[in-house]
């Protein structure tokens, strides 16, 4: 029975382990062997560890793309949910980006190889999960702590019991009995087992959902959260915004596109590509603008023709000593729309304001009402005016909003959160989230977004989706709440089991625990804590019932805006 029962905590053991361990296979089956190389104009297959940064790679359909790259030729259509979760097929030209482990579904291309060996995302995901699994949470070393005194402590145990039973005048083999019995039914397998199974085990099955976190540390901490901060650009919204409506004052319309668009193609900022979008779908080809320069989250001026010309928010015309006064009545309609309105201007004259509007993903208002319902406060932090993010927040049922941020303000607006006391979670993509995330008790990055900002956080969303936050949060809890009953269970066998293996029960009920019997007892509470932490398996993200959800909410909320007006 004791071999039986040793046995079995093996197994169980090991099983706990496999289960992050078969996540990481998961993902190493993604990631193709081989790779067709163009090297001195001939084509060669070779093992995808020969890969090097600056190869030419050829994949055909069906192929799995074998690292990170940008598409030189061809034209096709990538399946990225794997990596992103985006179940749609992504159409993919000549300047576009792979990713390596996406699945190249139609036509043949030839890209180029810039990310190779671990630098590719596939590697650095399963290099993450790998890591996150063999971490340690503060609670780890807190029971490391109770193991390094618990030890030397039950020793000495052992050996006053051992002492006291020959003192009262028991054999030598009846006493030392006593001592071994001590020493092995109080081995601490179950304490230690209690924090790193749990860890494995959770970590794993954050990996099998697409939630990948970095490290014990964070594990911890994220169940501790009482705040979320979110970027709206990217994290609330799809992060592709368009241009709603076109206000020209002065000028001809097409001109003002004309204008906008060759301000706007040198500038990186979401919105400048959706002016330059709007150009193109109206044939408006962008005027060539020299002496170029941009604002970090304001906006930009170059000159042409002779003109000055400027666009940006009504600060930063303002700044630059254009009146503004004349359109604020417009910019307000703008912003209660949920619109970010763009003005442009020559010479330090209005010449018109593009409105732009960037739509919520379907899953962000079920993500915020779930965090709402765990006791978390959400918090919006955007670059726009307070016009524009009051409309959201209405939208989005958010409980509050910090609007007209800076990029380099976001990290100031963490720490007054944090010196109110609150434990703050920033959920961001883009580059200028990165000191956000550092800045925050859990840095939280959305798998599309920046190399910086991935780097910067604690744990990645490799699906984009804020349902997996919420997933995150609950994942942590559930995981830390494990630890505790593990760690419970150990001590209290222990504070159950050292007594009457001291034979305490001896006199009065002629009752002694043989070594054999500790050895079993010792064996059932580690499968116990193995048992209980093999429990995290039936974790559920419910993403089905909270999208349904979500869709009946902005299905009411699209009525009740149609009622008065179609909305733009």
Same mark, same amino acid.
Request: with cysteine; glycine share 10%; charged share 20%.
């Given at each position: &029975?004791?071999?039986?029962?040793?046995?079995?905590?093996?197994?169980?053991?090991?099983?706990?382990?496999?289960?992050?361990?078969?996540?990481?296979?998961?993902?190493?089956?993604?990631?193709?062997?081989?790779?067709?190389?163009?090297?001195?104009?001939?084509?060669?297959?070779?093992?995808?560890?020969?890969?090097?940064?600056?190869?030419?790679?050829?994949?055909?359909?069906?192929?799995?793309?074998?690292?990170?790259?940008?598409?030189?030729?061809?034209?096709?259509?990538?399946?990225?949910?794997?990596?992103?979760?985006?179940?749609?097929?992504?159409?993919?030209?000549?300047?576009?980006?792979?990713?390596?482990?996406?699945?190249?579904?139609?036509?043949?291309?030839?890209?180029?190889?810039?990310?190779?060996?671990?630098?590719?995302?596939?590697?650095?995901?399963?290099?993450?999960?790998?890591?996150?699994?063999?971490?340690?949470?503060?609670?780890?070393?807190?029971?490391?702590?109770?193991?390094?005194?618990?030890?030397?402590?039950?020793?000495?145990?052992?050996?006053?019991?051992?002492?006291?039973?020959?003192?009262?005048?028991?054999?030598?083999?009846?006493?030392?009995?006593?001592?071994?019995?001590?020493?092995?039914?109080?081995?601490?397998?179950?304490?230690?087992?209690?924090?790193?199974?749990?860890?494995?085990?959770?970590?794993?099955?954050?990996?099998?959902?697409?939630?990948?976190?970095?490290?014990?540390?964070?594990?911890?901490?994220?169940?501790?959260?009482?705040?979320?901060?979110?970027?709206?650009?990217?994290?609330?919204?799809?992060?592709?915004?368009?241009?709603?409506?076109?206000?020209?004052?002065?000028?001809?319309?097409?001109?003002?596109?004309?204008?906008?668009?060759?301000?706007?193609?040198?500038?990186?900022?979401?919105?400048?590509?959706?002016?330059?979008?709007?150009?193109?779908?109206?044939?408006?080809?962008?005027?060539?603008?020299?002496?170029?320069?941009?604002?970090?989250?304001?906006?930009?001026?170059?000159?042409?023709?002779?003109?000055?010309?400027?666009?940006?928010?009504?600060?930063?015309?303002?700044?630059?000593?254009?009146?503004?006064?004349?359109?604020?009545?417009?910019?307000?309609?703008?912003?209660?729309?949920?619109?970010?309105?763009?003005?442009?201007?020559?010479?330090?004259?209005?010449?018109?304001?593009?409105?732009?509007?960037?739509?919520?993903?379907?899953?962000?208002?079920?993500?915020?009402?779930?965090?709402?319902?765990?006791?978390?406060?959400?918090?919006?932090?955007?670059?726009?005016?307070?016009?524009?993010?009051?409309?959201?927040?209405?939208? &989005?049922?958010?409980?509050?909003?910090?609007?007209?941020?800076?990029?380099?303000?976001?990290?100031?607006?963490?720490?007054?959160?944090?010196?109110?006391?609150?434990?703050?979670?920033?959920?961001?993509?883009?580059?200028?989230?990165?000191?956000?995330?550092?800045?925050?008790?859990?840095?939280?990055?959305?798998?599309?977004?920046?190399?910086?900002?991935?780097?910067?956080?604690?744990?990645?969303?490799?699906?984009?989706?804020?349902?997996?936050?919420?997933?995150?949060?609950?994942?942590?809890?559930?995981?830390?709440?494990?630890?505790?009953?593990?760690?419970?269970?150990?001590?209290?066998?222990?504070?159950?089991?050292?007594?009457?293996?001291?034979?305490?029960?001896?006199?009065?009920?002629?009752?002694?625990?043989?070594?054999?019997?500790?050895?079993?007892? &010792?064996?059932?509470?580690?499968?116990?804590?193995?048992?209980?932490?093999?429990?995290?398996?039936?974790?559920?993200?419910?993403?089905?019932?909270?999208?349904?959800?979500?869709?009946?909410?902005?299905?009411?909320?699209?009525?009740?805006?149609?009622?008065?007006?179609?909305?733009?």
């Amino acid at each position: &029975m004791i071999v039986t029962l040793i046995t079995v905590g093996k197994y169980l053991e090991a099983r706990a382990k496999g289960e992050t361990s078969h996540a990481l296979e998961k993902l190493m089956d993604l990631a193709p062997k081989e790779a067709a190389v163009v090297r001195g104009g001939v084509e060669t297959v070779i093992p995808v560890e020969q890969l090097r940064a600056g190869d030419e790679v050829v994949v055909r359909p069906g192929e799995r793309i074998p690292a990170d790259g940008t598409v030189l030729s061809g034209t096709t259509s990538i399946d990225e949910s794997a990596i992103t979760g985006e179940s749609m097929p992504v159409l993919k030209q000549a300047g576009d980006t792979v990713t390596s482990a996406t699945i190249n579904q139609q036509g043949a291309i030839h890209f180029r190889a810039d990310r190779v060996g671990e630098d590719a995302t596939i590697q650095q995901i399963i290099r993450l999960v790998d890591e996150a699994s063999a971490s340690k949470a503060p609670i780890a070393r807190m029971a490391d702590k109770i193991a390094g005194v618990f030890v030397p402590a039950v020793i000495a145990v052992a050996l006053v019991a051992g002492g006291a039973w020959l003192a009262m005048g028991a054999s030598v083999e009846f006493a030392f009995s006593i001592a071994i019995c001590i020493l092995v039914i109080s081995c601490p397998c179950a304490l230690g087992l209690a924090t790193p199974v749990a860890i494995m085990v959770g970590t794993g099955k954050g990996a099998e959902n697409g939630i990948l976190i970095k490290s014990g540390e964070a594990l911890e901490t994220a169940q501790a959260v009482d705040t979320v901060v979110m970027d709206k650009t990217g994290t609330i919204t799809e992060g592709r915004p368009r241009i709603t409506s076109v206000t020209s004052v002065g000028v001809d319309e097409k001109r003002l596109l004309a204008i906008a668009a060759g301000l706007e193609q040198q500038s990186e900022h979401p919105l400048a590509a959706a002016v330059v979008q709007k150009a193109k779908e109206q044939g408006v080809l962008p005027l060539a603008m020299t002496s170029f320069a941009a604002t970090f989250g304001k906006g930009v001026t170059a000159q042409a023709d002779g003109h000055a010309y400027a666009a940006g928010n009504a600060a930063f015309l303002e700044e630059l000593g254009t009146d503004v006064t004349g359109i604020k009545g417009r910019l307000d309609a703008l912003a209660d729309d949920g619109a970010t309105p763009l003005i442009f201007a020559e010479d330090g004259h209005i010449i018109g304001i593009l409105g732009a509007a960037d739509e919520p993903k379907a899953t962000s208002r079920a993500a915020i009402e779930k965090f709402q319902q765990l006791g978390i406060d959400v918090v919006m932090l955007t670059g726009d005016n307070a016009r524009t993010a009051e409309a959201m927040r209405q939208r &989005m049922g958010l409980g509050r909003v910090i609007a007209g941020v800076l990029p380099g303000g976001k990290a100031d607006e963490i720490k007054k959160l944090q010196a109110e006391g609150h434990r703050v979670a920033m959920i961001g993509d883009g580059i200028n989230d990165a000191p956000a995330l550092a800045q925050a008790d859990l840095g939280i990055a959305i798998g599309a977004g920046t190399d910086v900002a991935i780097e910067s956080a604690d744990a990645v969303l490799m699906k984009s989706d804020l349902l997996d936050a919420v997933s995150a949060i609950r994942l942590s809890k559930a995981v830390l709440r494990n630890i505790k009953e593990n760690l419970f269970w150990a001590l209290i066998y222990n504070v159950i089991c050292i007594p009457v293996a001291a034979g305490v029960l001896y006199p009065a009920f002629g009752i002694k625990l043989s070594p054999m019997v500790g050895a079993a007892a &010792m064996s059932l509470s580690s499968v116990c804590v193995v048992l209980n932490a093999l429990r995290l398996n039936f974790f559920q993200t419910d993403h089905a019932a909270a999208v349904a959800v979500s869709d009946t909410a902005e299905t009411a909320i699209h009525d009740v805006r149609a009622l008065p007006e179609a909305r733009p």
